[in-house]
């Protein structure tokens, strides 16, 4: 059976790793995404330059929350407070996620999913966290 200290860890490096999945799109050609786009039912994918911009460099930040995730899950007492704020932030960035899909009119798969999950995951880390400190998990340490 998994102990709650090993879960813990075991869910930021899952979620790690899926984050750092966003580095292969950040190199994917244009038709690519294209393709991948209008499969999604958002129609032709702008061509313009700031559009390829803005989403390879969110894509570029999502690869770089998630190699975070990995480092942050080798220590998690020392990191608690950081993983703690991860986890509050990351459920005030589902909602405001959520308000903008809604807005900008995105499909409801979309806006019933982004969101959501972003709220889901930020609030299991954000109890995680809240337990490890009452649990008094212990990480290896470096020093």
């Given at each position: 059976m998994i102990n709650k200290?090993?879960?813990?860890?075991?869910?930021?490096r899952i979620a790690g790793s899926v984050a750092l999945l966003a580095?292969?799109?950040?190199?994917?050609?244009?038709?690519?995404?294209?393709?991948i786009h209008q499969w999604l039912g958002l129609g032709?994918?702008?061509?313009?330059p700031i559009v390829g911009y803005l989403a390879r460099?969110?894509?570029?930040?999502?690869a770089c929350f998630g190699g975070l995730l990995w480092c942050l899950s080798f220590h998690l007492n020392r990191y608690r407070p950081v993983i703690h704020f991860?986890?509050?932030?990351s459920i005030v960035f589902g909602v405001i996620l959520l308000i903008i899909d809604l807005r900008e009119g995105l499909p409801l798969y979309?806006?019933?999913?982004?969101?959501?999950?972003?709220?889901?995951?930020?609030?299991?880390?954000?109890?995680?966290s809240r337990r490890s400190n009452t649990n008094g998990f212990t990480s290896p340490s470096l020093e």
């Open positions: 200290e090993s879960f813990y860890r075991l869910f930021l580095l292969i799109a950040v190199f994917m050609p244009y038709s690519w995404m294209n393709a032709e994918l702008p061509s313009e460099s969110t894509l570029a930040f999502y991860l986890g509050a932030t979309w806006s019933l999913t982004e969101g959501p999950v972003c709220i889901i995951f930020g609030a299991i880390i954000f109890i995680l």
